[in-house]
């Protein structure tokens, strides 16, 4: 995906808008909207295309996918910590970056729809189960197994959580209405996917815009963290990929998923779970870099990756 794709272009201008000091804001309920609709549209969809696929078949998988979301964070947190910081900031970096941003993957949806490429009806699936487990390990990372956490009610707010609550509540109502039970409403959650899936970035640029001076305050390493991690972790997702034995468009979204890195759910989670952690620090590692890396550069690299896979 060039800097051509429009929604991309929307991105650019938030950002443009946001280091200009423009007064262009999005009202608080229309980005609530565009994310309600895109969370819905991405769960309703994979929920149509899950009734034609045998469950039972996709256990070896999700478990699969469970295991890749306990595995990152544990392995970008000793990394963090090499790089000097505290280790309840690196236990939330770790947690951000195991978690998984709906908004990427959205991305990756188009621009597999842009360069004509299949893959597998079930991925929103795995995007539903790679938002928790890298939370539960980056607060197990931050506490130590502290006794002072209440993982009950930790474990309720994550679950519960809107993009978790959306995701699944999209695949159980497309799977349970099918394709002709949505007929009457897929004017406004499928065709005009990608124009609220413009609104979406051109807020999101906004918000990156205003993170951008947090990169340059915290040094060298997060900037280099941000851009070298998800490839990294694009790697490990390939190869979990050929573990199942993906498409190479399911390759592609596996390998985007791990690179992403969370904005939404880790964040409120990680706020609630370890106070003393800098927010500061994971927004600008996720959103301000790692977000516009992977839009930008980061979904046309995995795709060449996976294309020049080993077997692939």
């Known amino acids: 995906m060039g800097a051509l794709d429009p929604v991309v272009l929307f991105f650019m201008l938030g950002m443009a808008a946001g280091l200009a000091r423009s007064e262009l804001r ?155 039970g949505l007929a009457g409403i897929d004017g406004l959650f499928f065709d005009l996917f990608k124009g609220v899936l413009a609104i979406f970035l051109l807020e999101m640029g906004l918000i990156a815009s205003r993170h951008l001076d947090g990169a340059l305050r915290h040094g060298p390493f997060l900037l280099a963290w941000g851009l070298l991690a998800p490839p990294v972790m694009a790697v490990i997702g390939l190869g979990f990929a050929a573990l199942m034995g993906l498409s190479t468009g399911g390759a592609v979204l596996l390998a985007t998923l791990a690179a992403s890195a969370s904005y939404i759910a880790a964040p409120a989670a990680m706020r609630t779970a370890v106070p003393e952690a800098n927010p500061a620090l994971s927004l600008t590692a996720s959103l301000a870099i790692t977000f516009p890396f992977n839009i930008f550069f980061g979904i046309p690299l995995y795709h060449w990756m996976a294309n020049h896979w080993p077997g692939g």
């Open 26 to 180: 999005l009202p608080p309920a229309v980005y609530e909207f565009v994310s309600l609709i895109l969370l819905l549209a991405i769960g309703m969809k994979g929920g149509v295309q899950l009734a034609t696929q045998p469950l039972g078949a996709l256990l070896f998988d999700s478990l699969l996918v469970i295991l890749m979301g306990l595995l990152l964070p544990l392995m970008a947190f000793p990394l963090l910590r090499v790089g000097g910081l505290p280790r309840a900031d690196a236990a939330s970096i770790a947690a951000h970056y195991g978690s998984v941003s709906v908004g990427t993957f959205a991305v990756a949806l188009s621009y597999l729809l842009e360069v004509g490429l299949e893959h597998e009806p079930f991925m929103p699936l795995f995007v539903v189960l790679l938002e928790v487990p890298a939370i539960f390990v980056g607060i197990m990372l931050a506490r130590g197994g502290s006794s002072r956490t209440r993982w009950g009610e930790l474990t309720r707010e994550v679950l519960l959580g809107k993009s978790v609550v959306l995701l699944l509540g999209g695949l159980l109502i497309g799977w349970i209405a099918g394709p002709v």
